[in-house]
């Protein structure tokens, strides 16, 4: 399976499990943050050991195509992150684990590829305005 063809099937599955699992858009945010985040850090180091410097829209989270709302609300963080479901989010992380091995999609394409899910979830996490909002189902774009 050619590399294009991986990235279109981690999509459909992700989108598949995202949906059926009514994943509020604070857990998907969660799972994609912690494998940008892992994949970020390794793809640096690699790049270091070999005195290479990475593209920033490989290193770095995409522009937001949306501005931010702004809002008076205030309340805990740790509180939200104390209520996600954890099980929830270990099968979609499981998924994507699973996907880019079962597939050996290269470190740095998964990555692009995951850069998309964040951007999309950092969007509609910078239209909440209240914690209620962080729990609302991820929104999928017909075209996404």
Do not use: H, Y
Request: hydrophobic residues 45%; proline residues 6%; without cysteine.
């Amino acid at each position: 399976m050619s590399a294009s063809q991986a990235m279109v099937t981690m999509q459909e599955r992700m989108v598949s499990l995202v949906g059926q699992l009514s994943m509020p858009v604070i857990e998907t945010s969660l799972v994609i943050g912690r494998w940008t985040n892992k994949m970020t850090e390794r793809l640096v180091q690699i790049a270091a050991e070999n005195d290479e410097i990475l593209p920033d829209n490989i290193i770095k989270p995409w522009p937001l195509d949306v501005t931010p709302v702004e809002s008076d609300i205030n309340f805990e963080l740790e509180k939200a992150l104390s209520i996600v479901d954890k099980d929830r989010m270990e099968i979609v992380d499981t998924l994507i684990s699973v996907t880019i091995e079962e597939f050996q999609i290269p470190m740095a394409e998964a990555l692009l590829f995951l850069r998309t899910w964040e951007k999309l979830v950092r969007e509609q996490l910078s239209q909440a305005t209240g914690p209620g909002q962080l729990f609302s189902p991820t929104e999928l774009p017909d075209d996404f």
